[in-house]
């Protein structure tokens, strides 16, 4: 009913390849783009942009970057907030250092400095698989969680370690006020999402899907193991390079190692597993789900009336939140985008089920 | 191809094995003194490999890559010391055996069997779920403060081997206490393995899960028993630990520290977790202490704290020479 | 397939309307005073969060009890859990920082990283940020740290208050030319504060500095004490938070060096960091600024006007700790702030804007802590704009296995000649990052 797409003729290769073939589907996005970017900054408050929506988004950038490299190129990593880190203080340092460059030119080049810094980490994918390498990444979390505590130059020599910066100026708009930053970071979000949707319907998304079904097999076919998996390591980080710096600028403002720590790689994992692996929309879903699953559980019983102690409610808070987890797991192992692919495939068919 | 197959392992060794001495060599520190952190290492590597004997135990059975073995110490070593503040110590541990395997059950019923045959990322994931379901289990029920297990064993340092070295070795009681204890626990389950029918049939279900379960070996009930007897290793594990810095929060903790373990030994090898564990435990000690200063003064670092990243490092040393740890199968791939 | 479909979509329906019933609050205009209240009672550092916020929230309790309030402006509060993460302390000073009719009074993190990254927004938001002997060292400078309240003293004070008692003890500052200090200290902005004024002395006073990181939690120290146990440094200073102290008591015992010779700042000298470690924790030293162990005549209120009316909020037999009583006085500096606000802007629920005025204009006198029945448990504070401190004095104190002592004559003022050129300087960089204006202060005090 709602997905009739009969009559909807292709009848040339560009217009069957194109990102929404279907007409509903086009809509539907542009529809939500314009409710981003004219309905929500009208709607939404301080509170919901600097706790909820602005991390959403630049987790999901962080996401997409580690599922491009998880499900789309079969290498798990554990510790992506590494380079997040490695991105945040790359700006940092340039915006100190070199303080005439624009932002925009800042946050490509942490990229691609956190891109470097990732490809060096996923060499040993070339010789270790599986969990053997999932663990293997921890060296790039806990190395980076001690290089920039312990290098002071990465901190511009702070008393305690910890940076703080200054608001972002792009031209002449300040980003000072959580609407402008959000208006910042959904644009920054949208291009990056098209870029990964079409890097990975290109041939070099295939040469990372060939690996990760079986690398073995990718490699007889001709696509060479250290082109794919360097690449994939390379534009995962380069994405979650980015997603560090904006983390670092716009959400947090001052910072220490910590702030990129295990927890976060841990928090990017369940995003990309609960979102759906090897699915773009599943990374938005994802990093919703686990942005706002801890604090609205966290603020449920207070809002019900329940009169928990705030040591039972943080208890609860993880409990619940870890049963959510594994339940999840269990109903749904490919995650909310498959769940979304079910629903529409239901609603294509609704009201004749059969 | 003239160069042998265990060319780079050797080649492996003989640079460890001058790292290890190197501080002796140098002439600047004590022999004393290095013995005194080569035990430090040893200990703590018995500490890491009991955590990671845990990890292997269910890997193998199950193929469950366990993240959930840190919080099964903490809340074992919570439910002992809380539970110890009413009856004896004994009788704690014997209340804490039975919840363990409770939890056993509940894990298998709720947790893996629905999650059968599924990616071992996202069984990795479901057993973050369960450490998140534990850590705020444990201390709801248990409370968050810092508790003690008092096993009786003096704290003073006693100094040993006074005629070898000048000004002898310090060593501590309860590190020999645990190392006692690694040491029989290892034994016991040795004998389990190799001596009782279920051990024998846990020992299929880790060759062959097929060919185990068409012998007519319940998968199910293997996966309650070897979670049971993780529960029980990480009993001893939360014991010792507790014992030695009291029970709180941080445990759970721990299971970082038997990660690279784990991947250095191999995934599915008892000994290799255990051979693992004092690799790790001496590499770290040895490179913090022995290590870390020289980098400071290099470098103008702020301070050392290399440990935690270099137990990864060694780990992937070990991994570059063989892919599969240190006693890991060979895995031969076919298209 | 179906039924499992219905069960995740009915579930994430759930979670979404149970997010979307939390969005939203019904805001009551009432002559009320909002104190926000960020703890940690659970997780690796709860066996210090809890003390600490059972003092804060019972002294706010007994302000309302007693006194009806603050001059009949009633005290609300609210607790949030931050798990000392910097993240949950962001996201907890968001939720609650609009909440009461003039939004929240002053916050309190009891975290250096949460301080940290609240500074960030006082900025804007215009909160009193008070952190009673803890966060930024620099934020005394109260012309680029307009938010900041150190009140009673900073890690810099702290350091520079230990190595004057272990020059004495030494029998003169001399002495300590080629001597070996240790610093071990919790991997964190909150351990890495002290390093700074610690390495400015060691150049003009010629000790050595050894600098031993411990990673969070603090559970893994053995190489830490290693090295001390090689390196013999002559004395321990210890900046510890949670289970660290405990634990570096016990790593001490095991590896046989004299706790005579350890000092910890005030955050590690609390019962929750000796008792674990039993007799070994015997002569062990920790610096006391604010409110040292036991009872005056504040905590015969709180139980007669709070505990015996069942509002207690932690165990009764836990009044009167060491970081129970730093909550309580804590609490007292934003109630005392919020009195002194009222002088000049009337009884009423007032902004956080003009609670700052308060805290510039904080005159705790004798008198006034005799008042308040705290007498012994804390010193005179006098604060400006210039000064966000106004005390910077502290003694030392000995655990003797049963409790705190202070060491008689070990009262200690940090020796400003030197901190305040560090913390004008460091106050100035912080101003260049963040390109932030600075306040005359002279134009502000006369108007």
Not at chain 1, 229 to 251: D, E, M, N
Not at chain 2, 216 to 243: E, F
Request: glycine share 10%; net charge neutral; aromatic share 12%.
């Amino acid at each position: 009913m709602f997905f009739r797409e009969n009559g909807q003729f292709k009848s040339t290769y560009r217009a069957d390849m194109q990102l929404l073939p279907i007409v509903q589907d086009r809509w539907f996005m542009l529809g939500v783009i314009a409710l981003a970017f004219l309905a929500v900054p009208f709607v939404a408050t301080d509170y919901l942009f600097l706790s909820i929506i602005n991390p959403f988004l630049i987790l999901t950038l962080a996401a997409i970057g580690l599922n491009l490299l998880v499900g789309y190129c079969g290498q798990i990593s554990i510790g992506h907030a590494a380079f997040m880190a490695w991105g945040a203080y790359a700006a940092y340092n340039l915006v100190q250092r070199v303080p005439m460059l624009n932002f925009l030119v800042v946050l490509v080049l942490a990229g691609l400095i956190a891109a470097l810094v990732g490809m060096f980490f996923g060499i040993p994918s070339l010789r270790i698989k599986g969990l053997y390498l999932a663990v293997a990444t921890l060296a790039a979390q806990f190395f980076t969680d001690w290089i920039f505590a312990r290098v002071k130059w990465f901190t511009n020599y702070a008393h305690s370690g910890s940076v703080s910066t200054a608001p972002v100026t792009l031209f002449d708009w300040t980003l000072d006020t959580p609407r402008d930053k959000y208006l910042f970071l959904l644009g920054v979000l949208i291009v990056f999402t098209l870029i990964a949707k079409n890097l990975t319907r290109g041939h070099l998304g295939r040469a990372w899907m060939a690996t990760r079904d079986m690398d073995v097999a990718a490699e007889v076919i001709g696509i060479r193991p250290v082109y794919a998996k360097l690449t994939a390591f390379g534009v995962s980080s380069f994405y979650c390079g980015v997603a560090g710096a904006l983390w670092g600028f716009l959400q947090l403002g001052s910072w220490e190692p910590l702030a990129f720590d295990l927890n976060l790689s841990f928090s990017l994992l369940f995003m990309i597993i609960i979102g759906g692996m090897g699915s773009i929309l599943g990374s938005y879903l994802g990093a919703a789900f686990i942005v706002v699953l801890p604090i609205a559980l966290n603020q449920i019983p207070r809002k019900i009336g329940v009169p928990l102690s705030t040591a039972m409610a943080a208890n609860v808070e993880f409990m619940i939140f870890g049963s959510l987890i594994v339940l999840f797991l269990v109903l749904e192992p490919h995650g909310l985008a498959r769940l979304w692919a079910i629903g529409k495939e239901k609603l294509r068919l609704w009201p004749f089920p059969h | 191809m003239s160069i042998p197959r265990y060319a780079p392992v050797a080649i492996l060794g003989v640079l460890l094995a001058a790292g290890l001495v190197a501080p002796l060599a140098t002439g600047e520190t004590a022999p004393g003194f290095w013995v005194e952190v080569l035990i430090g290492g040893l200990m703590t590597g018995v500490l890491y490999s009991l955590v990671a004997l845990g990890f292997v135990l269910i890997f193998k059975a199950s193929g469950v890559f366990n993240f959930a073995q840190g919080a099964m110490v903490l809340f074992a070593a919570l439910a002992v010391a809380r539970l110890a503040e009413r009856m004896p110590v004994w009788a704690a541990v014997l209340a804490t055996v039975a919840i363990m395997v409770m939890l056993a059950f509940i894990v298998e019923r709720i947790v893996l069997r629905p999650l059968v045959n599924q990616e071992g990322v996202v069984l990795l994931m479901a057993t973050l779920g369960i450490t998140f379901f534990l850590n705020g289990f444990g201390q709801a029920v248990w409370g968050s403060d810092i508790y003690e297990i008092n096993l009786g064993i003096p704290r003073e340092p006693m100094m040993v081997l006074g005629k070898v070295f000048e000004g002898g070795v310090l060593v501590n009681r309860d590190d020999i206490a645990a190392a006692l204890a690694a040491v029989l626990l290892v034994g016991a389950l040795a004998v389990f393995f190799r001596r009782t029918a279920t051990g024998r049939a846990l020992r299929a279900v880790a060759d062959d899960h097929q060919a185990a379960q068409s012998i007519g070996i319940p998968l199910n009930r293997i996966w309650v028993i070897v979670w049971s007897v993780a529960g029980i290793v990480a009993i001893v594990g939360g014991v010792i630990w507790g014992g030695k810095l009291g029970v709180q929060f941080s445990i759970s903790q721990v299971a970082l520290k038997a990660l690279p373990v784990v991947i250095l030994g191999g995934f599915e090898s008892v000994p290799g977790a255990i051979v693992g564990g004092l690799i790790i435990g001496v590499g770290e000690k040895m490179a913090e202490v022995f290590l870390a200063p020289p980098l400071i003064k290099a470098f103008d670092l702020a301070g050392g704290g290399i440990e935690n990243w270099f137990a990864y490092v060694l780990a992937l040393l070990f991994l570059l020479v063989r892919p599969e740890g240190l006693f890991g199968e060979r895995r031969i791939d076919r298209v | 397939m179906k039924g499992r479909l219905k069960g995740t979509l009915a579930l994430a329906a759930c979670a979404a309307a149970a997010f979307f019933a939390t969005s939203g609050t019904a805001l009551a205009q009432a002559n009320e005073q909002f104190f926000p209240v960020l703890v940690y009672r659970t997780g690796a550092y709860a066996p210090n969060g809890v003390p600490w916020a059972n003092g804060y929230v019972d002294y706010l309790k007994l302000v309302n009890a007693r006194d009806g309030g603050i001059n009949g402006v009633k005290i609300t509060f609210e607790e949030c859990e931050t798990g000392y993460a910097t993240d949950r302390g962001v996201e907890c000073y968001e939720r609650l920082k609009g909440k009461g009719p003039t939004g929240a009074t002053t916050f309190q993190p009891l975290s250096t990283g949460i301080t940290f990254a609240l500074t960030d927004k006082s900025f804007t938001d215009h909160i009193p940020l008070i952190t009673a002997g803890y966060g930024r060292a620099d934020s005394v400078d109260g012309s680029v740290f307009g938010w900041n309240f150190p009140i009673g003293g900073t890690y810099w004070d702290a350091a520079d208050i230990l190595v004057q008692h272990v020059g004495k003890k030494l029998g003169g500052m001399d002495k300590l030319k080629g001597k070996k200090i240790a610093l071990v200290y919790h991997d964190s902005p909150y351990g890495k504060e002290p390093i700074a004024l610690l390495q400015e002395r060691a150049k003009t006073l010629g000790y050595d500095l050894i600098l031993l990181p411990v990673t969070h939690p603090g559970v893994e120290q053995k190489a830490t004490w290693l090295q001390i146990r090689q390196q013999r440094p002559d004395f321990v200073f210890l900046w510890g938070w949670g289970v660290m102290n405990s634990t570096a008591i016990k790593e001490a015992v095991a590896t046989g060096y004299p706790r005579e010779k350890m000092y910890g700042v005030w955050w590690s000298g609390a019962e929750p960091d000796v008792l674990p470690a039993g007799d070994g924790a015997k002569g062990y030293n920790a610096l006391v600024f604010l409110a040292p162990a036991g009872k005056g005549a504040v905590h015969a209120d709180i139980v007669k006007y709070v505990y015996d009316k069942g509002q207690g909020t932690g165990k009764k037999d836990d009044i009167g700790e060491v970081l129970y009583n730093r909550g309580m006085v804590s609490a007292m500096f934003g109630v005392e702030a919020v009195r002194k606000a009222q002088e000049k802007f009337g009884k009423k629920p007032l902004t956080g804007e003009q609670v700052r005025w308060g805290l510039e204009h904080l005159e705790i006198t004798p008198e006034m802590i005799r008042k308040l029945g705290m007498t012994g448990f804390m010193e005179p504070i006098h604060t400006s704009c210039e000064n966000h401190e106004g005390a910077h004095a502290a003694m030392v104190e000995t655990w003797d296995g049963k409790k705190w002592n202070v060491v008689p004559n070990s009262r200690y003022e940090s020796d400003m000649k030197i901190l305040e050129p560090m913390i004008r300087a460091s106050a100035a960089k912080y101003a260049e990052e963040k390109k932030l204006p600075t306040r005359d202060c002279s134009k502000e005090d006369g108007a």
